[in-house]
T-cell receptor, first 112, second 110 residues
Framework: NAGVTQTPKFQVLKTGQSMTLQCAQD?????MSWYRQDPGMGLRLIHY???????DQGEVPNGYNVSRSTTEDFPLRLLSAAPSQTSVYFC???????????FGPGTRLLVL | QKEVEQDPGPLSVPEGAIVSLNCTYS??????FMWYRQYSRKGPELLMY????GNKEDGRFTAQVDKSSKYISLFIRDSQPSDSATYLC??????????FGAGTTVTVRA
């Protein structure tokens, strides 16, 4: 099993550009989530999904969109990038929201 | 005030020393307590998981929970250079909200 994979590993954007961060898992997990990690702030939940076709907002959802068309994939879209979105983004998955989450390797995003 | 407070460190110890990491929390709804280890430029990985007050051991690692004081700890015995990482505490409430501490960076010097 590859576990949780994320692409790209690193991305530089200009303010106002859009992009999609990809996340995939091959463990047949129903629950998937996106976090951002900033110095001194810990991991903060952006959006999550409890199954295909179902998504919901986390703690810091503004500026991000998600969709879940398949069990395996959970892309995160930045509609119009802002410097405040410079961060490291982690995708995680688990069998359910009550179970241990497995994290991907992260995407480092720099918005200029 | 954050729901989960964690000493930011950084912490630097000699090889073989005991590492002590702590978190406090304010939300009584937290029922499950976890410690994640995160190596530089990697994703967090679960180290230990417990749901009751008391101690839980796994090799050189001991997780301690005191629900009455809203305080959790992680102890690493006989620390090794390979233990150098950032350690994140995390807590899951009974409505499945997961909250993380900011993380403590630990360096074990050979």
């Amino acid at each position: 099993n590859a576990g949780v994979t994320q692409t790209p590993k690193f991305q530089v954007l200009k303010t106002g550009q859009s992009m999609t961060l990809q996340c995939a898992q091959d463990m047949n997990h129903e629950y998937m989530s996106w976090y951002r990690q900033d110095p001194g702030m810990g991991l903060r939940l952006i959006h999550y999904s409890v199954g295909a076709g179902i998504t919901d907002q986390g703690e810091v959802p503004n500026g991000y969109n998600v969709s879940r068309s398949t069990t395996e994939d959970f892309p995160l879209r930045l509609l119009s990038a802002a410097p405040s979105q410079t961060s490291v983004y982690f995708c995680a998955s688990s069998y359910s929201e009550a179970e241990t989450q497995y994290f991907g390797p992260g995407t480092r995003l720099l918005v200029l | 005030q954050k729901e989960v407070e964690q000493d930011p460190g950084p912490l630097s110890v000699p090889e073989g020393a005991i590492v002590s990491l702590n978190c406090t929390y304010s939300n009584s709804a937290f029922q499950y307590f976890m410690w994640y280890r995160q190596y530089s430029r990697k994703g967090p990985e679960l180290l230990m998981y417990t749901y009751s007050s008391g101690n839980k051991e796994d090799g050189r690692f001991t997780a301690q929970v005191d629900k009455s004081s809203k305080y959790i700890s992680l102890f690493i015995r006989d620390s090794q250079p390979s233990d150098s990482a950032t350690y994140l505490c995390a807590m899951l409430s009974n409505d499945y909200k997961l909250s993380f501490g900011a993380g403590t960076t630990v360096t074990v010097r050979a």
